[in-house]
Nanobody, 123 residues
Framework: QVHLVESGGGLVQAGGSLRLSCAAS????????MGWFRQAPGKEREFVAA????????VYADSVKGRFAISRDNAKNTMYLQMNSLQPEDTAVYYC????????????????WGQGTQVTVSS
């Protein structure tokens, strides 16, 4: 059974930083492309970043490029998202999932999601 647990969110001021973690189990994490998504109030869930199983192939949404850094530790079945220079528009619940690319878009592999972790950025 797939199990995804996000953590590390919180309340920060604009310009601050947070590091999110995603602990995964129930599938072959070390051979899966993994990604982060976020959902702001009243908006659809959107793609944030993805990372290949070796950690070399990395993709970011334009909105976070240059501010966020995705990484992973296959020995710990854990993925991370270092978020710097946070802005109020980054406020959202952040989720992780295995991902696949179709065309220029990234989609979650699993229909079930973790509980997410809330990130709130005050101005």
């Amino acid at each position: 059974q797939v199990h995804l647990v996000e953590s590390g969110g919180g309340l920060v001021q604009a310009g601050g930083s947070l590091r999110l973690s995603c602990a995964a189990s129930g599938f072959s994490f070390s051979t899966a492309f993994m990604g982060w998504f976020r959902q702001a109030p009243g908006k659809e869930r959107e793609f944030v970043a993805a990372i290949g199983w070796t950690g070399v192939n990395i993709v970011y949404a334009d909105s976070v490029k240059g501010r966020f850094a995705i990484s992973r530790d296959n020995a710990k079945n854990t993925m991370y998202l270092q978020m710097n220079s946070l802005q109020p528009e980054d406020t959202a619940v952040y989720y992780c999932n295995a991902v696949q690319r179709r065309g220029s878009n990234w989609f979650p592999n699993f229909g079930s999601w973790g509980q997410g972790t809330q990130v709130t950025v005050s101005s």
